[in-house]
Every structure is written in structure tokens, then in C-alpha cells.
T-cell receptor, first 117, second 113 residues
């Protein structure tokens, strides 16, 4: 019930194209869904995050689409650039009954994105 | 503003030894979380500390432990190292308790021989 499944494992996109990464979760108690970007030799960096009360959130070229009924969310990277080549992780966390989460992110397995120039 | 600092960057140990990893959070951040990253298992939550108290723990054996000091700096310790403990250990900090807006360090790469 704690799993987050991410696909695809790897993705190759041409410069200027759209990159789409999908995640599915099982635990309906999850209420915070971030996406992280990781470059080799670095820790993950928060890209964008969404809560289930909205269906879409956009920040620059990055958009999260959220489907609560399907328990799925996805990351869209518009106008993909070679500098976007990295590993992307979706994640999810839940709040306890008192509304305070405990810092536990459940991560997907990651997607290696390669953007060709 | 300095980011999350983890030391050492690389560490080589042998089976049976113990190791201590250090994490200095972003100034003003009071919560520190630890994650293990391996190619096979991905990113897995180890534990979270807030105001020197462990608030949550992942599914790791008791050989993995941690603590947080009054200045919010944190250490994690792994005793009786096993080959399978080889991993990148990541520390993340946030201002408040919880999983939102976590800032990760670059990690400590531990190799157990």
C-alpha cells in the first residue's frame, strides 16, 4: 500500500519535444506529491509538487497533472532541453490524523531522461 | 545561503565495521531526514528527526541509528556493516516537520568491502 510505481524507466526525447513521466500510487492517504530531479553526483532537487485538491500545477516548462480517481500523476516537461537530461523521481507522502507529516517520502524507481540536441 | 552539507563525501569500510555519517542542515532548518539510495532499491526512507526527537523510522534493521543535536545537525550510524549496506546515503533538511520542501545534500557514498 506504500508503493509508488513510476514509468518509463528511461526516456529519450529530442530537443524541443515533450517529456512525459507517469506515476501511480496505491495509498489513498497520500496527500503530497512532489517531483525531484537528480543529476549525477548530486542529491535530488525539488522541481514541483502538487496536492490532490488541484488537478494541474504549472511552473515554467514543468507541469504536474493529477488524477485522484485513477490514483495517478504525471510530469510533463515542455520544450525539453539537453540540460534537462537527468533522473526524475516522483514521490508521495501522507499526513497523519493530526495533519502533520513525518518527513517520509515514498519514491518511485526513477526515470532516466535523455534529451538529444 | 549554504545548502545541506554531508561529510564525508566518500567512505570505504570493511564488513563488520561501523560508520558514522554527518549532516549539517540549511541554517534555520529544524528537520533532518535520511534516505538510502541504491540502484536496486531506489530511494528508501531511513528516519526523520525534528527538535532532537526521532519522529519516524523506515524499515531498516536496528543496526541503523541516528540522532540530532540541539543545533539541528544530525548523524547516522551503521554498526556491523554488511556488503548490502553499500549505498549513497542522503540527508535532507526542511524548515518544519514533514516531507514538504525537502532540500537534499549530495550524499555520502559508502562502499563496504
Amino acid at each position: 500500500q506504500q508503493q509508488v510505481k513510476q514509468s518509463p524507466q528511461s526516456l529519450i526525447v529530442q530537443k524541443g519535444g515533450i517529456s512525459i513521466i507517469n506515476c501511480a500510487y496505491e495509498n489513498t492517504a497520500f496527500d503530497y506529491f512532489p517531483w525531484y530531479q537528480q543529476f549525477p553526483g548530486k542529491g535530488p532537487a525539488l522541481l514541483i509538487a502538487i496536492r490532490p485538491d488541484v488537478s494541474e500545477k504549472k511552473e515554467g516548462r514543468f507541469t504536474i497533472s493529477f488524477n485522484k480517481s485513477a490514483k495517478q500523476f504525471s510530469l510533463h516537461i515542455m520544450d525539453s532541453q539537453p540540460g534537462d537530461s537527468a533522473t526524475y523521481f516522483c514521490a508521495a507522502s501522507r499526513n497523519n490524523a493530526g495533519g502533520t507529516s513525518y518527513g517520509k517520502l515514498t519514491f518511485g524507481q526513477g526515470t532516466i531522461l535523455t534529451v538529444h540536441p | 545561503k549554504a545548502g545541506v552539507t554531508q561529510t564525508p563525501r566518500y567512505l570505504i569500510k570493511t564488513r563488520g565495521q561501523q560508520v558514522t555519517l554527518s549532516c549539517s542542515p540549511i541554517s534555520g532548518h529544524r528537520s533532518v531526514s535520511w534516505y538510502q539510495q541504491t540502484p536496486g532499491q531506489g530511494l528508501q526512507f531511513l528516519f526523520e528527526y525534528f527538535s532532537e526527537t526521532q519522529r519516524n523510522k523506515g524499515n531498516f534493521p536496528g543496526r541503523f541509528s541516528g540522532r540530532q543535536f540541539s543545533n539541528s545537525r544530525s548523524e547516522m550510524n551503521v554498526s556491523t556493516l554488511e556488503l548490502g549496506d553499500s549505498a549513497l546515503y542522503l540527508c535532507a533538511s526542511s524548515f518544519g516537520q514533514g516531507a514538504e520542501k525537502l532540500f537534499f545534500g549530495s550524499g555520502t557514498q559508502l562502499s563496504v568491502l
